[in-house]
């Protein structure tokens, strides 16, 4: 997987507030991976990896 910095660096300001994210692209543009890497990030700040779920649709 590739780290998306310039991504993760436009997205961290909204972790953590209660305003609703929608992350939306065309087919296979890598939004999985998106989430995998915000799923990541979240874990590596102490948040429980199982408190955090992404379903994929």
């Known amino acids: 997987m590739i780290k998306r910095k310039t991504y993760m660096n436009r997205i961290r300001p909204f972790i953590g507030n209660e305003l609703i994210k929608v992350l939306t692209g065309i087919r296979r ?29």
């Open 29 to 57: 543009s890598g939004k999985s991976v998106m989430l995998d890497l915000i799923q990541d990030e979240l874990a590596e700040s102490g948040v429980d990896r199982g408190a955090v779920y992404f379903p994929q649709l």
